[in-house]
């Protein structure tokens, strides 16, 4: 399998989008949001995205405050490693010195959290429950039929009462 822009950096593919206009206005990071629909900014991917575009000097989605970048959890160290990497670029292209990478930088001396508790079965169906509502933009019935695997029958000749007729 070949990728496109396989020996580039994630930042530096952000620095050359950012100067096509049309480009920028298609590009879809977001695995939370369907394929219709924009990024959803707040996923750590969307949230890596736009520091990508913050290490190139341009703008992306929206701005992210300085608490954000330094209360961010990073779990493991592929992700650790993702956001030093932007660090890096943002040497490269003089922006490390700007409040966001100081505030990286802040949050990297941190290292990775430690991993969190496993989540009990009501968390984890609130958990997806919350992610089909927002991010999939569904009702809350059909959400729950997808997510416990609930069949809905039609019952034939019975009222809801199941009477039988003597």
């Known amino acids: 399998m070949y990728e496109e822009g396989w020996g580039f950096t994630r930042s530096q593919k952000a620095k050359l989008v950012s100067q096509w206009e049309r480009g920028l206005r298609n590009l879809r990071v977001c695995w939370h949001s369907n394929p219709d629909q924009d990024n959803c900014g707040v996923c750590e991917k969307c949230f890596r995205t736009i520091l990508n575009f913050k290490a190139s000097g341009a703008f992306y989605l929206r701005d992210i405050s300085l608490d954000e970048i330094r209360d961010k959890e990073i779990w493991n160290e592929h992700i650790f490693y993702e956001y030093q990497t932007i660090l890096e670029d943002a040497e490269k292209w003089g922006t490390s010195q700007e409040p966001w990478a100081q505030?990286?930088?802040?949050?990297?001396?941190?290292?990775?959290?430690?991993?969190?508790?496993?989540?009990?079965?009501?968390?984890?169906?609130?958990?997806?429950?919350?992610?089909?509502?927002y991010y999939k933009k569904e009702d809350a019935a059909s959400v729950r039929i997808k997510i416990l695997g609930l069949r809905i029958y039609k019952r034939k000749k019975e009222g809801p009462l199941h009477q039988s007729r003597e």
């Open 103 to 133: 505030a990286l930088k802040e949050r990297l001396s941190l290292g990775v959290y430690p991993a969190p508790k496993p989540l009990t079965f009501p968390q984890r169906m609130g958990k997806r429950i919350k992610h089909f509502l």
